[in-house]
């Protein structure tokens, strides 16, 4: 019934199937695309598969926004189940979702990925959705935050792309350490990366689950 009930508040507007078909298209262009972007085709492949989280990460928090505005929070927090569950729950399908196409999309791109790498990005799906449903109120302002964590999320890479494209003396993309996707490309460069990227994932993860627990 609740998986029916989430269907339908997805139909209401098709902007997250637009976006999924919009970063499938993305990734066939970089692939086609991969003569003219060498010697910068890995990074740019990477950057078109942090997409995937964001896509995936939105439906949670656009669903959770409509909730907010019919006043269905309400009677959702006197069910006999605890938050952990339900966040859970709400997140199982979104998280499967992610780890599909993040497992797809290597093939897609050309490219050679680290195996940690799907579990990191489908963390980032659940920090991109729990920061929605925690700070957004109603689907207007969802969408508003959307694209404002968003660029969030993306700066770090795409920041990390134009030093390594202009070849500049100062790595600006260190300003944004505080991001989990910086990890998540500095693991994808370097595999000796991997804990200090696990470790700000899972405190990511772990603290957003907190504060929309205690709220």
């Known amino acids: 019934m609740r998986l029916t009930m989430e269907l339908k508040l997805l139909r209401r507007d098709p902007i997250v199937v637009y976006t999924l078909i919009a970063m499938l298209a993305i990734m066939l262009l970089t692939r086609y695309s991969r003569p003219r ?3 910068l085709y890995q990074e740019v492949a990477f950057l078109s598969m942090v997409f995937i989280p964001l896509v995936f990460g939105m439906i949670p928090g656009l669903i959770s ?18 938050n952990w569950f339900f966040l859970l729950y709400r ?10 196409l993040v497992l ?8 050679e990925v680290p195996r940690i790498l799907p579990v ?5 799906a659940w920090i991109y959705g729990l920061m929605l449903m925690k700070f957004s109120n109603s689907r207007m302002q969802a969408m508003t935050l959307a694209k404002a964590f968003g660029w969030l ?3 770090p890479v795409a920041v990390k792309l134009v030093v390594e494209w202009r070849n500049l003396s100062f790595d600006w993309s260190r300003l944004f350490a505080f991001v989990p996707t910086y990890w998540t490309y500095e693991m994808f460069l370097n595999q000796g990366n991997l804990l200090i990227a696990l470790v700000v994932h899972v405190l990511w993860v772990f603290a957003l689950v907190f504060i929309s627990r205690t709220s």
């Open 65 to 82: 926004a409509d909730e907010k505005e019919e006043g269905m929070c309400q009677a959702l927090m006197v069910l006999p189940i605890k």
């Open 91 to 100: 997140f199982l399908w979104v998280s499967l979702a992610t780890l599909l």
């Open 153 to 155: 999320l993306l700066l």
């Open 104 to 111: 797809i999309s290597p093939k897609i791109l050309g490219i």
């Open 120 to 124: 990191l990005l489908v963390m980032e």
């Open 37 to 39: 972007l060498e010697p």
